[in-house]
């Protein structure tokens, strides 16, 4: 079945670092992949999507990137500040299909 | 412009009651999709609507149902409530294409507890 693979451990980071998030996927084939982050109690932030036959996007500090052959996407947040601390989604879907699949989710903190 | 409005923000109710959430899209927006958030899964699809149709469905049982009336507000109904109903309850909207091509926005959602 089709399965969506984040760390599921925090991610802890120092100030000022890159952060680096990851989600692999199986048994699937995304026209696209979109990050989203969630604070506490409250719904999901789209941040980027990405499709398959590109390979980077980038808006300000956030970067992701898509690699079909690995069914892997990277995202990193440049110059961490402690209020990127959040919980961060990867979410896959199809051209032929409305619905999205959704990864469980990264929780990141930022420590100063 | 307004965002993403869900309400009630919190609820509580009793096993076998029955509750109907209430979601208002984003002005334009004339696709709205919902999704059960428990703590530690991943975001379950629920359904999707489109021009008050039923667009997709994910994989819960007959209990939980949708509607959308034709100002593209949708509303979700749970009937014969049980514990593991108990979650967050996310409504998202979109554009025709769905997410696929500038994402979702979504509500802040409604805390469910079932008790």
């Known amino acids: 079945s089709q399965k969506i693979e984040q760390n599921s451990e925090a991610l802890n980071i120092q100030e000022g670092k890159t952060a680096t998030l990851t989600c692999n996927y199986t048994n699937y084939s995304p026209a696209y992949l979109q990050w989203y982050r969630q604070d506490p109690g409250r719904g999901p932030v789209f941040l980027l999507l990405?499709?398959?036959n590109e390979k980077e996007k980038r808006k300000e500090r956030l970067k992701v990137t898509f690699d079909t052959t690995l069914k892997q996407s990277l995202f990193h947040i440049t110059a961490s500040q402690p209020a990127d601390s959040a919980t961060y989604l990867c979410?896959?879907?199809?051209?032929?299909?409305?619905?999205?699949?959704w990864g469980a989710g990264t929780k990141l903190i930022i420590k100063p | 412009k307004a965002g993403v409005t869900q309400t009630p923000r919190y609820l509580i109710k009793t096993r076998g009651q029955q509750v109907t959430l209430s979601c208002s899209p984003i002005?334009?927006?004339?696709?709205v999709s919902w999704y059960q958030q428990t703590p530690g899964q991943g975001l379950q699809f629920l359904f999707e609507?489109?021009?008050?149709?039923?667009?997709n469905k994910g994989n819960f049982p007959g209990r939980f149902s949708g509607r959308q009336f034709s100002n593209s507000r949708s509303e979700m109904n749970v009937s014969t409530l049980e514990l593991g109903d108990s979650a967050l309850y996310l409504c998202?909207?979109?554009?025709?294409?769905?997410?696929?091509?500038?994402?979702?926005?979504f509500g802040s959602g409604t805390r469910l507890t079932v008790v």
């Open positions: 979410a896959l879907g199809t051209d032929s299909n409305y619905q999205l699949i």
């Open positions: 990405i499709r398959e």
């Open positions: 609507y489109f021009s008050e149709t039923q667009r």
């Open positions: 998202a909207s979109s554009f025709s294409s769905g997410s696929a091509n500038y994402g979702y926005t």
């Open positions: 002005s334009g927006h004339r696709s």
